[in-house]
């Protein structure tokens, strides 16, 4: 965190790789900003307004990659939130990443801590996408939180708009944590 962390709350940077209106990750991300009760600030950056990452531009870079260039140096952690497309996360989130690390040698996520949770509708998941994404997140030096691990099956019913009982307390418990990591790291 930055020198002043201590004095405020600190600043998450939030990408959602999922980019469609009904997106249950975007929901996903609702809860857990009630979750984190004021606790943290949030950035939410719509990644899909990036153009395709190329070296042509990278010396150069579209106003969108200059504003998220500026929320990635100014932020005391990063929150990734996935859905999982064949077993593997979305394109769009591969590219604000290769965008936050590049041109060579200008890595923007080097040593930020980061959370990693994501909601499927499926039996396992998001846990393919996340084991993949943690890859890529190791390589771009960021501090990945690794326990516990987030893996949520999205109820295709909500208990009156609301996550159930025990989901509600295990999302209140990551939040925990990761306010804890951000801080540590």
């Not at 405020?8 to 984190?36: D, M, Q, Y």
Request: one cysteine or more.
């Amino acid at each position: 965190m930055t020198q002043n962390a201590a004095d405020r709350k600190p600043k998450i940077l939030a990408l959602i790789g999922g980019i469609s209106r009904g997106s249950i990750n975007k929901k996903l991300f609702v809860f857990f900003k009630e979750a984190a009760g004021g606790s943290l600030e949030f950035d939410e950056f719509d990644i899909k307004s990036l153009p395709f990452y190329s070296q042509d531009i990278e010396e150069a870079p579209p106003s969108e990659a200059v504003d998220f260039k500026e929320r990635i140096k100014v932020c005391d952690g990063v929150l990734i939130i996935t859905p999982e497309y064949n077993r593997s996360f979305p394109g769009v989130l591969k590219n604000a990443l290769d965008w936050g690390s590049r041109p060579y040698g200008q890595n923007l996520w080097s040593g930020k801590p980061a959370g990693l949770i994501g909601a499927s509708p499926g039996a396992i998941g998001t846990f393919g996408a996340q084991n993949q994404l943690r890859q890529v997140l190791n390589f771009l030096d960021l501090r990945t939180m690794n326990q516990p691990e987030f893996y949520f099956s999205f109820p295709r019913e909500l208990e009156n708009g609301r996550l159930p009982r025990s989901s509600d307390e295990f999302l209140k418990s990551y939040v925990a944590k990761f306010r804890e990591w951000v801080a540590r790291v």
